[in-house]
């Protein structure tokens, strides 16, 4: 009988999960077929708390504790197709959160890289991982404003909380070539900036207006 609804649950998940990719991200100019992909394997569902299970798969971001939220799926197949991810790269993730934008990232790339500041995040995240078998994540609680310079250069760099300003350090440890997606502005109205390092030469796209929570540490807010 257990079985039974467990595969009844899966089964309907599954469902949420492809009509999210058909309904959200396709018609919005997600199209890159390798992001539509992982974003219609990673369970979602498996990353928020079992009493917003059932809203994982809506168009909107959830609370995920700590005042922090998991960013609604089409920001996240946003971000992760701006990285132009072919599956080779090491990537460097700021705001681990619950989890659910790395293992997206981890199904695409060959490393993340992840540093949250928050302890119960970084724990919470780090049971999902293993929990799902995934094994390309190493993760670490720090402020992720100072990047992770021991693992440098990162070919990507995916910021998921939004500062005043592009933490110089990270623009550091991007390879050249080497892109970041980063929402920068002021608390509670950003935009999405695209870096492109190329040539030894940096340069910034605007994306689209967004809404984050906040990137706090030595080169964000300071709390
Ligand atoms: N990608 C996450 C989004 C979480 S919200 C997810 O899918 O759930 C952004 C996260 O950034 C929060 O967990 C917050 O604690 C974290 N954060 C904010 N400032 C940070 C910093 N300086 N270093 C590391 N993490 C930070």
Known sequence: MTVLFASTATHAYEKARARMVREQLEPRGV????????????????FVDD????????????????????????????MTQL??????????EIGTGCGYQTAVLAALCERVYTVERIKSLHARARRAFDKLHIFN???KID???????EH???????????????????VAQLADPGVMVIPVGE?????????????????ERFVEDV??????????WQV
């Open 31 to 46: 199209t890159d077929p390798a992001v539509l992909a992982a974003m219609n394997r990673v369970p979602r569902h498996c």
């Open 51 to 78: 009493a917003l299970c059932s809203q994982a798969y809506g168009d909107f971001s959830l609370p995920i504790g700590e005042g922090q939220t998991i960013s609604q799926p089409y920001v996240v197949a946003l």
């Open 83 to 92: 990285l132009g991810l072919a599956g080779t790269e090491r990537v460097l």
């Open 137 to 139: 994540v190493t993760g």
């Open 143 to 149: 402020d992720g404003t100072l990047g992770w310079p």
């Open 152 to 170: 440098g250069p990162y070919d990507a760099i995916i910021v998921t909380a939004a500062g005043p300003s592009v933490p110089e350090p990270l």
């Open 187 to 203: 608390r509670g109205n950003q935009k999405l900036v695209m870096v492109r390092k190329q040539d030894g030469e940096v340069a």
């Open 211 to 220: 809404k984050f929570v906040s990137l706090i540490g030595d080169h964000g």
